[in-house]
T-cell receptor, first 115, second 112 residues
């Protein structure tokens, strides 16, 4: 089944404790992206990647890092989480060309709470 | 940059009625528009899309209308069913790039 898989789905952590949310897609998509979803603010882009070793900042990159060493994986790293990073996070991917270009497939979401 | 707004945060409709969810955008260079549906506890799912060279596109029970003059986009759902209850987002691509800007979402509630 074509899908985007995120882990963990739920996480409660404490301020300053580094964490990584993994994201993997099995559709051979070039484009991958991370969003956070907060009440009243919709989906805001954190980082995106057009291909392996190519990453760029989205609208709200502060406090986050990403890497794209392999095409299928795009982990989101919080080096020193803070309470304002408590949110629902979504990873998404899409092809860059052909039919389906720009149509994002989303993961199921990772709910993160930082105490 | 692009800004996207939805007209109503919540919309309640009776089962069987038609639903209309609206979205306004700011950038006249926007050239690709997508509607997503997000059910509780899940990630957004693609419903339908439309390019700027069209003003209407129909899918199964859904129709998207694009009015470029007033920069307005709408999603119409015919014969709304309980399974249509979800948050609906419009997303807009501008200038041939790969960045989609999302609206804040409209919660559709279907009353039996």
């Amino acid at each position: 089944e074509a899908q985007v898989t995120q882990n963990p789905r739920y996480l409660i952590t404490v301020t300053g404790k580094k964490l990584t949310v993994t994201c993997s897609q099995n559709m051979n998509h070039e484009y991958m992206s991370w969003y956070r979803q907060d009440p009243g603010l919709g989906l805001r882009q954190i980082y995106y990647s057009m291909n392996v070793e190519v990453t760029d900042k989205g609208d709200v990159p502060e406090g986050y890092k990403v890497s794209r060493k392999e095409k299928r994986n795009f982990p989101l790293i919080l080096e020193s989480p803070s309470p304002n990073q408590t949110s629902l996070y979504f990873c998404a991917s899409s092809p860059l060309g052909g039919s389906g270009a720009n149509v994002l497939t989303f993961g199921a979401g990772s709910r993160l709470t930082v105490l | 940059g692009e800004s996207v707004g939805l007209h109503l945060p919540t919309l309640s409709v009776q089962e069987g009625d038609n639903s209309i969810i609206n979205c306004a955008y700011s950038n006249s260079a926007s050239d690709y528009f997508i509607w997503y549906k997000q059910e509780s506890g899940k990630g957004p799912q693609f419903i339908i899309d439309i390019r700027s060279n069209m003003d209407k596109r129909q899918g199964q029970r859904v129709t998207v209308l694009l009015n470029k003059t007033v920069k307005h986009l709408s999603l119409q759902i015919a014969a709304t069913q309980p399974g249509d209850s979800a948050v609906y987002f419009c997303a807009i691509l501008t200038g041939g790039g790969n960045k989609l800007t999302f609206g804040t979402g409209t919660q559709l509630k279907v009353e039996l």
